[in-house]
């Protein structure tokens, strides 16, 4: 039949499917910036304060990641408003924004650490 509109028909499974994944997702935007805003609060609490004369360098290392944490939470939370709008429209599109920007974040907050436990082990 040429012409003739052929009806597109929603699965539900399909669709329950891809929002339980979109949630699990979801979950673990929300672990990763909970662990962050944890790990933030432990070094304020018992990490040297004063490594450098003069610059508060563990207040500034655990504010970084703490902000990182909310960071995460905030787009982890508009990546599965936006996904969860896609899936009832059947539109979805990958986001490369706000996966680039959670890269960046994990990899600033990984690089911090990394030139404060270098910092930790030559002043220990």
């Given at each position: 039949?040429?012409g003739?509109?052929?009806?597109?028909?929603?699965?539900?499974?399909?669709?329950?499917?891809?929002?339980?994944?979109?949630?699990?997702?979801?979950?673990?935007?929300?672990?990763?910036?909970?662990?962050?805003?944890?790990?933030?609060?432990?070094?304020?609490?018992?990490?040297?304060?004063?490594?450098?004369?003069?610059?508060?360098?563990t207040?500034?290392?655990?504010?970084?990641?703490?902000?990182?944490?909310?960071?995460?939470?905030?787009?982890?939370?508009?990546?599965?408003?936006?996904?969860?709008?896609?899936?009832?429209?059947e539109?979805?599109?990958?986001?490369?924004?706000?996966?680039?920007?959670?890269?960046?974040?994990?990899?600033?907050?990984?690089?911090?650490?990394?030139?404060?436990?270098?910092?930790?082990?030559?002043?220990?």
């Amino acid at each position: 039949m040429r012409g003739a509109s052929v009806e597109k028909k929603s699965n539900p499974d399909a669709r329950a499917s891809a929002h339980l994944s979109n949630e699990q997702t979801f979950l673990s935007w929300l672990r990763t910036g909970f662990n962050l805003i944890a790990v933030g609060l432990a070094a304020a609490q018992f990490l040297k304060k004063d490594l450098v004369s003069g610059f508060p360098l563990t207040t500034v290392f655990a504010s970084i990641l703490v902000l990182g944490g909310i960071g995460l939470v905030i787009l982890g939370s508009i990546r599965y408003r936006e996904a969860s709008q896609q899936i009832d429209t059947e539109a979805f599109k990958p986001t490369l924004q706000i996966a680039t920007v959670g890269a960046a974040i994990a990899i600033i907050s990984g690089v911090l650490a990394l030139a404060f436990v270098i910092l930790l082990h030559e002043r220990g």
